[in-house]
């Protein structure tokens, strides 16, 4: 059964740092990952998806990596602004082609100006 | 461009009564469709999806139904609300399972 879990549970940082937020999953036949964002009382915001061919995606200060043979993938969040500040959330969608994607618990970001 | 919507945003209903929460897709044909429930200080769970009308399946076995009525449309049902259906419910969609989902604003459903 696939678990997926994420460290830390929340962060504080201060505005302008470079931060990574780290995602694990314990099976590694994926078939692909995405990174979600969820402001309070708010749904979710797609951020990123990863093919499980694929190494890495970027979109503006965000950069999400995995490395499916170790059951891990991060993203990287460049120059954090107050704006930022959410919680996010990775997602994993197993191998089988099912659709229970399995979500993480999620990493609660707090970005201090 | 694609849009979604959820409605009610809020709920509040007694323990016992019926539940009707109705999300709608607009801008996209056939997409596939999924309920989820965030319980507090628990992760998403995957309650039902549907790949077209009227096909749905059930994830977990709950006190819920979910119907497909039209395309785009997709009601997630209760005939009787336990307290343990209190949580935010959150309707997404994507175009094919491999491709990213989107999320709706949810649903905070309270039973009192």
């Known amino acids: 059964k696939q678990e997926v879990t994420q460290i830390p549970a929340a962060l504080s940082v201060p505005e302008g740092e470079n931060l990574v937020l780290n995602c694990s999953f314990t099976d590694s036949a994926i078939y692909n990952l995405q990174w979600f964002r969820q402001d309070p009382g708010k749904g979710l915001t797609s951020l990123l998806l990863i093919q499980s061919s694929q190494r890495e995606q970027t979109s503006g200060r965000l950069n999400a990596s995995l490395d499916k043979s170790s059951g891990r993938s991060t993203l990287y969040i460049a120059a954090s602004q107050p704006g930022d500040s959410a919680t996010y959330l990775c997602?994993?969608?197993?191998?089988?082609?099912?659709?229970?994607?399995?979500f993480g618990p999620g990493t609660r970001l707090s970005v201090l100006p | 461009s694609q849009t979604i919507h959820q409605w009610p945003a809020t709920l509040v209903q007694p323990v016992g009564s019926p539940l009707s929460l109705e999300c709608t897709v607009e801008g996209t044909s056939n997409p596939n469709l999924y309920w989820y429930r965030q319980a507090a200080g628990r992760g998403l769970q995957l309650l039902f999806y549907?790949?077209?009308?009227?096909?749905i399946s059930s994830e977990v076995p709950q006190n819920l139904s979910a119907s497909r009525p039209q395309d785009r449309q997709f009601i997630l049902s209760s005939k009787k609300l336990l307290l343990s259906d209190s949580g935010f419910y959150l309707c997404?969609?994507?175009?094919?399972?491999?491709?990213?989902?989107?999320f709706g604003d949810g649903t905070r459903l309270s039973i009192l």
């Open positions: 549907s790949v077209g009308i009227g096909q």
């Open positions: 997602a994993v969608r197993p191998g089988n082609y099912g659709q229970n994607f399995v």
């Open positions: 997404a969609w994507s175009v094919t399972p491999g491709q990213p989902q989107h």
